[in-house]
């Protein structure tokens, strides 16, 4: 599998977890909630460069738990903690595929941020 990293700061106390295999959104939650983990929420563009260091592994666009699958427009992460930090990619969230697109993947060629329909599937970032 793939490497486990954490960080040791003491406030900022945190293991990711990256996956290789290819999934939906809510299978890709499924997988995390198992490990008893989360998918990967973003608080801070220092945590943001955290896990754009394991793009260079990824073989697609990669999971978040950003989604607006509760209230459309409010994004949400699905550990339930606020939205203090966004990455949009250029016009983005634009709900392109047919006002439906509820969750949000990070784009491995540049670490942005878009949502897209909850069935594509990605690969995935567990966090702990
Ligand atoms: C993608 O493939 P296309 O252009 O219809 C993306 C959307 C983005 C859009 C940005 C499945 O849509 O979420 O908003 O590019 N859809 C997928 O141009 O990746
Ligand atoms: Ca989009």
Redesign the pocket.
């Known amino acids: 599998g793939l490497k486990h990293l954490c960080s040791s700061h003491p406030r900022w106390n945190f293991c990711y977890k990256p996956f290789g295999d290819k999934k939906t959104w809510h299978a890709a939650r499924r997988t995390c909630r198992n490990l008893g983990a989360e998918l990967v929420s973003i608080h801070s563009m220092k945590e943001q460069s955290w896990v754009e260091s394991y793009l260079y592994l990824a073989t697609s666009d990669v999971w978040t738990g950003l989604n607006d699958l509760g209230l459309p427009g409010m994004f949400m992460w699905s550990n339930e903690h606020i939205v203090t930090f966004t990455y949009w990619a250029p016009?983005?969230p634009?709900n392109?595929?047919g006002f439906s697109?509820d969750c949000v993947e990070m784009l491995h060629q540049t670490g942005r941020w878009?949502?897209?329909?909850c069935t594509?599937l990605n690969t995935y970032i567990c966090k702990i």
Do not use: P, R, T, Y
């Not at 878009?114 to 329909?117: G, I, P, Q, T, Y």
């Open positions: 016009g983005e634009n392109h595929d697109e878009n949502d897209v329909s594509e």
